[in-house]
């Protein structure tokens, strides 16, 4: 018999108590503190090999999670836990490798010096976890109380696989960004950095004035909705437990300092991940719509999100198609 829609993805018992919630966020907390403060006191660009170790780093602790993860699900939810939350992690976290080049265009348009970008960027980074924990939770509110949102749901992937699909087509432009574009006209913004400043007193009337690294992290900020509402779709898809989804996020979002600086130092990405993403993206669209009628079994879906990224890989590198820049 096939699932409603309130009952889309398969529920799992997972129970957390509140002591555990506090100490997770400390421990988040610390984490991006301590990833802040070496990316601020460096006095030179990451390097690839220390960018690389870095990421490597931030993808092992997100990797490591699912041990709490498995200590905190029912016995009979355990591994089926697992498993979710690894295909919530790796799809969330590709997503967000694609974002990266987003930020990286929005930093060269309003040359933002590198060593000041990770304070852009963890800005962002806080901003974001606190958007994903509403709207993940709003999401799960809304599909439990009222059942046919799922459908607003699977119809929002099957629009973010399509517009993945047409990314190299769309290009990307801070100057019209409406935000970025009110607080130019609202605003006095100076035409020079000071360093971190995002504040800075000017030269002539001694009045204070915006530098443009605000610009930036509006325009940062406003593509992180974006890619919010894109990504949190995805992740309900896969798992409807706020734990699962909620700590999947976090993790991928985890290191995207050093992430960047690999994007950043490398301009590279496998040309066939995209339209990997994008078919998946549309796959679990369409699981959210036919849920009512046909049950795709957990292990499938899971099966599939990870068949296509690492055929999407192995596709690219025997094909010789990476990318070695960003398209303009």
Same mark, same amino acid.
């Given at each position: 018999m &096939?699932?409603?829609? +309130?009952?889309?993805?398969t529920?799992?018992? /997972?129970?957390?108590? @509140? =002591?555990?919630w *506090?100490?997770?966020h400390?421990v988040i907390?610390v984490?991006?503190a301590?990833?802040?403060l070496?990316g601020?006191?460096?006095?030179?660009?990451?390097?690839?090999?220390?960018?690389?170790?870095?990421?490597a780093?931030?993808?092992a602790v997100g990797?490591?999670?699912?041990?709490?993860v498995?200590w905190?699900?029912s016995?009979?939810?355990?591994l089926?836990?697992?498993?979710?939350?690894y295909?919530?992690?790796v799809?969330?976290?590709?997503?967000?490798?694609?974002?990266l080049?987003v930020f990286?265009l929005i930093?060269?348009?309003?040359?933002?010096p590198l060593r000041?970008?990770?304070?852009?960027?963890?800005? &962002?980074i806080?901003? +974001?976890i606190?958007?994903?924990a509403?709207f /993940?939770?709003g999401? @799960? =509110?809304?599909? *439990?109380?009222?059942?046919?949102t799922?459908?607003?749901f699977?119809?929002?992937l099957i629009?973010a696989g399509?517009?993945l699909?047409r990314?190299?087509?769309?290009k990307?432009?801070p100057?019209?960004?409406?935000?970025?574009?009110?607080a130019?006209?609202?605003?006095?913004?100076?035409?020079?950095y000071?360093g971190a400043k995002f504040?800075v007193r000017?030269?002539?009337?001694?009045?204070?004035m915006f530098t443009?690294?605000l610009?930036?992290?509006?325009?940062?900020?406003?593509?992180?909705?974006?890619?919010?509402l894109d990504s949190i779709?995805a992740v309900?898809?896969i798992?409807?437990?706020?734990?699962?989804?909620?700590?999947?996020?976090?993790?991928?979002?985890?290191?995207?300092?050093a992430?960047?600086? @690999?994007?950043?130092?490398?301009m590279f990405?496998?040309?066939?991940?995209?339209?990997?993403l994008?078919?998946?993206l549309?796959?679990l669209?369409?699981?959210?719509?036919?849920a009512r009628?046909?049950?795709i079994?957990?292990?499938?879906?899971i099966?599939?999100?990870f068949?296509?990224?690492f055929?999407a890989?192995?596709l690219?590198?025997?094909?010789g198609?990476v990318?070695?820049e960003?398209e303009e």
């Amino acid at each position: 018999m &096939g699932a409603s829609p +309130a009952e889309l993805p398969t529920h799992i018992r /997972i129970d957390v108590p @509140l =002591w555990f919630w *506090e100490l997770y966020h400390t421990v988040i907390l610390v984490f991006i503190a301590i990833d802040l403060l070496v990316g601020v006191r460096r006095k030179y660009a990451m390097g690839f090999r220390e960018a690389g170790a870095w990421s490597a780093l931030w993808i092992a602790v997100g990797l490591a999670w699912g041990a709490f993860v498995y200590w905190f699900a029912s016995p009979e939810d355990k591994l089926h836990a697992l498993a979710l939350y690894y295909a919530a992690f790796v799809v969330e976290k590709s997503l967000s490798m694609d974002n990266l080049f987003v930020f990286a265009l929005i930093f060269s348009y309003f040359a933002v010096p590198l060593r000041v970008q990770p304070i852009v960027l963890y800005v &962002g980074i806080i901003t +974001a976890i606190v958007l994903r924990a509403g709207f /993940i939770a709003g999401g @799960l =509110w809304l599909i *439990e109380k009222f059942n046919w949102t799922v459908y607003i749901f699977g119809a929002a992937l099957i629009y973010a696989g399509y517009k993945l699909l047409r990314a190299g087509e769309v290009k990307v432009n801070p100057s019209r960004n409406p935000v970025v574009k009110f607080a130019q006209r609202l605003l006095p913004i100076a035409g020079y950095y000071d360093g971190a400043k995002f504040i800075v007193r000017s030269k002539g009337d001694r009045g204070l004035m915006f530098t443009p690294l605000l610009l930036a992290l509006l325009a940062i900020e406003t593509s992180d909705i974006i890619f919010a509402l894109d990504s949190i779709p995805a992740v309900i898809a896969i798992t409807s437990n706020f734990f699962l989804a909620y700590t999947s996020n976090i993790a991928a979002i985890l290191g995207l300092r050093a992430l960047y600086s @690999l994007v950043a130092i490398t301009m590279f990405r496998f040309k066939y991940v995209e339209p990997a993403l994008a078919g998946i993206l549309f796959f679990l669209g369409i699981k959210i719509l036919i849920a009512r009628f046909i049950e795709i079994p957990v292990w499938l879906s899971i099966s599939i999100i990870f068949s296509a990224l690492f055929a999407a890989i192995i596709l690219s590198i025997m094909r010789g198609e990476v990318k070695t820049e960003i398209e303009e």
